[in-house]
């Protein structure tokens, strides 16, 4: 099961772009690339998914490089509502897609 | 949107007591799952369940907890003998068929809190 890291937190402020990275050095041929947003007391919520190259959907982007080993989440001018803990997960075909969590990286938006 | 929703949103139980939480899944879902949030880690995974039967379980997943799915709709979470260490956030998920069976990703609900006391 691939393994992934990301920043413990990160503080930005309103109307920023901000970019969280992930690495998973171990990710597999199959593997997709899924980040998630969690708000306090609530599920996580699913922002996008990719395998390779770059994903955009109308909340965010998602660059993968070429070798896959890395991504990155870009947020658009980002609001303080945006604050959340935001994880990066590898889905793991073999294992019906379970989905292995990290401690997710905190953002925090300051006005 | 389609979403996926749990009862109780809370749940309070003595230890010892069986609990049964509650999910309703995206209607034409077929993949579903069951994690648990301890307050402030990790969000953890327990089972996954596909054709009627579990396709994968973790060690967190023993001989206590069971999962059904009873009906067309629901897809149950059974803890027999609750424990205080059982005390949680446990989220249901649920995603669609893709191609190959992957590529699609998992929507979750907004979980239940059980407490044990």
């Known amino acids: 099961l691939a393994k992934t890291t990301q920043p413990i937190s990160m503080d930005s402020y309103e109307g920023q772009e901000v970019n969280i990275t992930c690495s998973h050095n171990?990710?597999?041929?199959?593997?997709?690339i899924t980040w998630y947003q969690q708000f306090p007391s609530q599920g996580p919520r699913f922002i996008i998914q990719?395998?390779?190259?770059?994903v955009t959907n109308e909340v965010a982007s998602l660059f993968i490089p070429a070798d896959r080993k890395s991504s990155t989440l870009s947020l658009p001018r980002v609001s303080l509502s945006d604050t959340a803990v935001y994880y990066c997960?590898?889905?793991?075909?073999?294992?019906?897609?379970?989905?292995?969590w990290g401690a997710g990286t905190k953002l925090i938006i300051k006005p | 949107e389609p979403e996926v929703t749990q009862t109780p949103s809370h749940q309070v139980t003595q230890m010892g007591q069986e609990v049964i939480l509650r999910c309703v899944p995206i209607?034409?879902?077929?993949?579903f799952y069951w994690y648990r949030q301890i307050l402030g880690q990790k969000v953890e995974f327990l089972v996954s369940?596909?054709?009627?039967?579990?396709?994968?379980k973790s060690e967190i997943f023993d001989d206590q907890f069971s999962v059904e799915r009873p009906d067309g709709s629901n897809f149950t979470l059974k803890i027999r003998s609750t424990k205080l260490e059982d005390s949680a956030m446990y989220f249901c998920?649920?995603?669609?068929?893709?191609?190959?069976?992957?590529?699609?990703?998992?929507?979750f609900g907004d979980g239940t809190r059980l407490s044990i006391l």
């Open positions: 997960l590898v889905g793991d075909v073999d294992s019906n897609y379970q989905l292995i």
């Open positions: 171990n990710i597999a041929t199959n593997d997709y």
């Open positions: 990719g395998y390779k190259t770059k």
């Open positions: 209607s034409n879902h077929l993949y």
């Open positions: 369940f596909y054709n009627n039967e579990i396709s994968e």
């Open positions: 998920a649920s995603r669609g068929e893709g191609v190959r069976g992957h590529g699609e990703p998992q929507h």
